[in-house]
């Protein structure tokens, strides 16, 4: 179970009735409510994707492991890329996880060092 909240003008829903629907911003998945109870020694992962410097609307839930799944940036400029570790440095997860994600060039020193013309006015 992994859990996603943003935050929204709607009324959020009762733990009972939360079940994912779809956002027409940024096509997200939203999940609301709290998560079910975690078993006794139990890891909880938190999962995120796709935030395209979305990131600050996110409330997410607690948890020890933090995943986002790539794609925390538009192209990757290095303002996108200190606004999103500004973000996730003072979380409370035990473990955070970055995949790159496609959006998220600079991750890939060796791609980024042939294509980054074509993609930024200057080398990030």
């Not at 796709?50 to 303002?79: K, W």
């Not at 996108?80 to 955070?96: H, I, M, N, V």
Request: glycine share 6%; net charge neutral.
């Amino acid at each position: 179970w992994s859990q996603l909240c943003k935050k929204s003008a709607r009324e959020p829903q009762s733990a009972a009735s939360a079940r994912p629907s779809r956002s027409n911003a940024r096509h997200a998945t939203v999940y609301s409510g709290e998560p079910p109870p975690r078993p006794a020694g139990a890891v909880r992962f938190v999962a995120v994707s796709d935030t395209h410097c979305a990131h600050s609307l996110l409330e997410l839930p607690g948890g020890d492991v933090l995943v986002h799944c790539g794609d925390f940036s538009n192209t990757g400029t290095l303002e996108e890329c200190r606004s999103f570790c500004d973000w996730l440095a003072p979380l409370p997860f035990a473990r955070k996880f970055l995949v790159g994600g496609n959006h998220d060039l600079p991750l890939d020193a060796d791609w980024y060092r042939d294509h980054w013309c074509h993609w930024h006015e200057t080398r990030q």
